[in-house]
T-cell receptor, first 113, second 114 residues
Framework: GDSVTQMEGPVTLSEEAFLTINCTYTATGYPSLFWYVQYPGEGLQLLLK?????DKGSNKGFEATYRKETTSFHLEKGSVQVSDSAVYFCALSGGQAGTALIFGKGTTLSVSS | GAGVSQSPSNKVTEKGKDVELRCDPI?????LYWYRQSLGQGLEFLIYFQGNSAPDKSGLPSDRFSAERTGGSVSTLTIQRTQQEDSAVYLCASSLYYMNTEAFFGQGTRLTVV
């Protein structure tokens, strides 16, 4: 079945550092891809999404590009802030299998000043 | 309502008891999802509903778990004969359609089995 694999955490960075969180997927067809974020003490919320190959999703300085050739959707930010400390989840839905919405295991990001 | 509402927010139960967890999705959302979040285990997919039907029940961990949705709205997740390994945060989400659209999450129900 379809699946999402993301890098293990935790990721620890200093403020203003460059962030990459890797995400790869296995799916038939053309799923949509998402990044969700869970800030401490809060519920999950959508960060960004891309619905077709080569689309770039962006929000709050974060970006991710849907790469079908490498089945990847890596999350990047040029300069992280302490307030970006959270757990980040890569997810997919759709595709030929009609997968509802499945998530990777999550990556914890901790940013220090 | 304005968002996805789950109740109770916390539940402590004795091993062997049955529990019911409730989810009120955003009005008009056709899809509803249940997940389990355990420490270090990420988000484990349990079941989803398209309207009142559940096309994919493959994620339910055992036959002690069941779920239903009525009127295309409220959903209940029932765990029978709870075990300690059932302790987790149970999350509900809803979306306008069942694929390719943003899902909105509730705050979850923290279940502790003692």
């Amino acid at each position: 079945g379809d699946s999402v694999t993301q890098m293990e955490g935790p990721v620890t960075l200093s403020e203003e550092a460059f962030l990459t969180i890797n995400c790869t997927y296995t799916a038939t067809g053309y799923p949509s891809l998402f990044w969700y974020v869970q800030y401490p003490g809060e519920g999950l919320q959508l960060l960004l999404k891309a619905t077709k190959a080569d689309d770039k999703g962006s929000n709050k300085g974060f970006e991710a590009t849907y790469r079908k050739e490498t089945t990847s959707f890596h999350l990047e930010k040029g300069s992280v802030q302490v307030s970006d400390s959270a757990v980040y989840f890569c997810a997919l839905s759709g595709g030929q299998a009609g997968t509802a919405l499945i998530f990777g295991k999550g990556t914890t990001l901790s940013v220090s000043s | 309502g304005a968002g996805v509402s789950q109740s109770p927010s916390n539940k402590v139960t004795e091993k062997g008891k049955d529990v019911e967890l409730r989810c009120d999705p955003i009005s008009g959302h056709t899809a509803l999802y249940w997940y389990r979040q355990s420490l270090g285990q990420g988000l484990e997919f349990l079941i989803y509903f398209q309207g009142n039907s559940a096309p994919d029940k493959s994620g339910l961990p055992s036959d002690r778990f069941s779920a239903e949705r009525t009127g295309g709205s409220v959903s209940t997740l029932t765990i029978q004969r709870t075990q300690q390994e059932d302790s987790a945060v149970y999350l509900c989400a809803s979306s306008l359609y069942y694929m390719n659209t943003e899902a909105f999450f509730g705050q979850g129900t923290r279940l502790t089995v003692v």
